[in-house]
Each structure stands twice: as C-alpha cells, then as structure tokens.
C-alpha cells in the first residue's frame, strides 16, 4: 500500500510539473529467449556435436525456472507451442530414449505429453526439455508470480509457433496450425489469465478504426494503468498471422496481438531480430508509437566470443524488450561472465529513446 500511495504522489508530481504520466511504451526491460528452455542430455549433445557442431554449440544454453527470471528482472518471456490436440504427438522423443540409454534421469514429464493441449519446448526430439511443458502450466507459473507482484511493469510474452517440418530426418513434424488450432489456443490462454488481467487488442484499440491509429492517437495505455498485467505477441509464419485475424477485424475479440508488416493498420507490436543490422528501423518503429522486442545475442556466438556489440546497440535502438540467454544469474558453461543488463546493471527503465532526460527513473519507470 505505501508503494502504490507514492507512486501515486510521483504521478501527481509529474502532472504538476506539466508533464504527461509515463505510458507502458515508455520503458525498457530485459528479457528472455526460449524462457522455458532446459539442458539438452549430455548424451543428445554428445551425438548433436558429432552430427551438427555448429548446431550443438547453438542450443549449448538453458534457463533458469520462469519463476526466477522473474524474481530476477526479466519481463519480457518467449514460450514455443507445439500443437497437440489429441495429446502424446511428443510424449516419446528419441532424445529422451537416447538419454535413458545413457543412464540419464532427465526430468522429463511424459504424463503431461500425453494430455491434449499446447506444449512447450524448443525442438522436437532434440531439444525437448521444458521448465514448464504445457502452455497452461507457462501461463499458471507467470500468473502466480504476477498475482503475488501486483506493481510489477506490464510484461510482454511472445509465443513463437513452430507450425512446418523442418526437413531434418528423425524429427516429429508439428502440426501446421489452423483457425480451431487457433481458437484453441486463444481458450488455452484466457483459461488461465482473463481478460482483465491482460492487455489486448480491444484494449488499445477502444473505439479507434485500427490499432496503429489508435497508438498514433490515444497512444498506450498508462504506465500505472498497465502494471500488473500483460501482453502476448503471436511470432507465426505470415499466413498463420492473416488466418489469426480473419473474421477478427483488427483482431477484434482476440487476446494475442499479431506481429504484421511495419505498414500494416494492425501493426503495434514487432520483433526486430537484429539491432546492428536494424538498428535504425527499430528507432523508427519505436518513435511511431510501436512496441518492439529485440535481441542482444543469438546461438550463444556473442558469450562464447565476449562480444556485447549487438547487446549495446539493442540498447541504444529503444527497443522496449531486449532478449537475452544471459540475464544475471543465468546458466553458462563456457568459461567467461557474459551477462546483459540495462546501463547501470539495471533491469527495467525509463526508455532513454522516449523519456527526456530529467525525468526521475525511480518515480516514473520502476
């Protein structure tokens, strides 16, 4: 109650002083890539590294439990469903026989591969462990931590849906997802979290022709108004993201944004993968009102090498989600400290592309 009275009285503040209450654009956090990934098997890595080492040496990294990133300062999640309406698509992965093989006890939870519904994890057969293995139980762990922090900043979730073969043999194909797939997903998700514990379409768009006018006009909702809660993007193939919205004009009744091209009326929330490549695009998205999550390392090349270009230039992008495999406390196992924080060591701040410079970090963004 005393936080929630003074940042009351900073709001007031900052009224007072004729300047306008900070808005859920204006910060910029750290987040996490593939959040629920756990350690390949040693014996899945052993026969990865003698078939595909460059492979191996990307997926050579794992997180620690949602719940401690959280606990941490994450508040930017990743999570990659596989559909599995009927339930036990993936419940016998030949990584996990190859394990067993090995006198491995791996964790893995077949009980809950043989249920229907969404799983989450990275590759299937290869790298198949999850912290949290069904959606439902993603969604449950962010909503428990959330519910037990009710003034945390609005956290943002991409959901990243494998939904084509990948063409390596041995691997089970996913199902390519379909507008019940879909629906499915949309029960999945607000099964667990309703609707008014999130930020959605509908919410941003209120009576605005689209959503990109509505950011343009109105703009995003307060940050005071957004704590508590948040907000998932859909990262699927382009065909998947127009079968997401037909029927829903501007995404009308969904609670998941969709990520569409920069131009397009429905565009509020993006991913731009590279900062050193897009560094400028990333300005200019954010400038216009948009929502964007990037990256400051990728298939552990920048911790193996020590290299925090891409890091600082996802900083200095504005981008208001930077990902990262290295937040602090993070697993590593290649020998050096490679860790990403905001300038400061900081997790979560004002966004310095947005927020001039006098504006109090403590009082406004945190």
């Excluded at 959040?35 to 003698?50: N, T």
């Excluded at 809950?112 to 993603?138: E, N």
């Excluded at 037909?246 to 397009?264: E, M, N, Q, T």
Aim: hydrophobic residues 40%.
């Amino acid at each position: 109650m005393m936080k929630r009275a003074l940042l009351a009285l900073c709001a007031l503040g900052a009224v007072a002083a004729g300047e306008p209450p900070a808005r859920m654009n204006d910060i910029q956090v750290v987040g996490s890539h593939n959040s629920f990934k756990r350690r390949i098997p040693a014996a899945v890595m052993a026969e990865l590294r003698r078939r595909e080492p460059k492979l191996a040496d990307g997926l050579d990294y794992d997180h620690l439990s949602i719940t401690e990133q959280l606990d941490r300062g994450v508040r930017q999640l990743e999570l990659d469903i596989f559909a599995d309406p009927d339930g036990g698509r993936y419940a016998d992965p030949k990584g996990e026989a190859l394990a067993k093989a090995a006198g491995e006890e791996t964790g893995f939870d077949r009980a809950a591969m043989l249920q229907p519904g969404f799983k989450v994890f990275h590759i299937p057969d290869i790298d198949y462990l999850s912290g949290c293995v069904t959606f439902r139980r993603c969604l449950a762990e962010i909503d428990a931590w959330s519910r037990a922090h009710p003034d945390h900043l609005p956290i943002m979730v991409t959901i990243n849906a494998a939904d084509q073969p990948s063409g390596r043999p041995g691997i089970t194909d996913p199902l390519p997802l379909t507008a019940p797939l879909l629906d499915a997903l949309d029960r999945e998700l607000l099964a667990v979290l309703p609707r008014d514990r999130l930020i959605t379409p509908d919410t941003i768009r209120a009576h605005a022709p689209s959503l990109r006018d509505a950011i343009r006009t109105r703009g995003w909702p307060t940050l005071s108004a957004a704590r508590g809660r948040l907000f998932f993007l859909l990262d699927v193939r382009p065909a998947v993201g127009e079968l997401y919205r037909a029927g829903h004009p501007s995404l009308a009744g969904r609670p998941i944004f969709g990520w569409y091209d920069v131009g397009d009326p429905d565009a509020a929330v993006a991913i731009v993968q590279d900062p050193l490549v897009d560094g400028a695009l990333i300005r200019r998205l954010v400038k216009d009102g948009m929502i964007v999550r990037t990256r400051t390392d990728a298939n552990t090349l920048e911790a193996r090498a020590g290299d925090y270009r891409k890091a600082r230039a996802a900083i200095a992008s504005g981008a208001q989600a930077v990902s990262t495999d290295y937040y602090p406390g993070a697993p590593t196992r290649m020998g050096r400290n490679f860790t990403v924080t905001l300038p400061g060591g900081v997790m979560e701040r004002c966004n310095a592309l947005l927020v001039s410079g006098h504006r109090d970090v403590g009082k406004d963004c945190r």
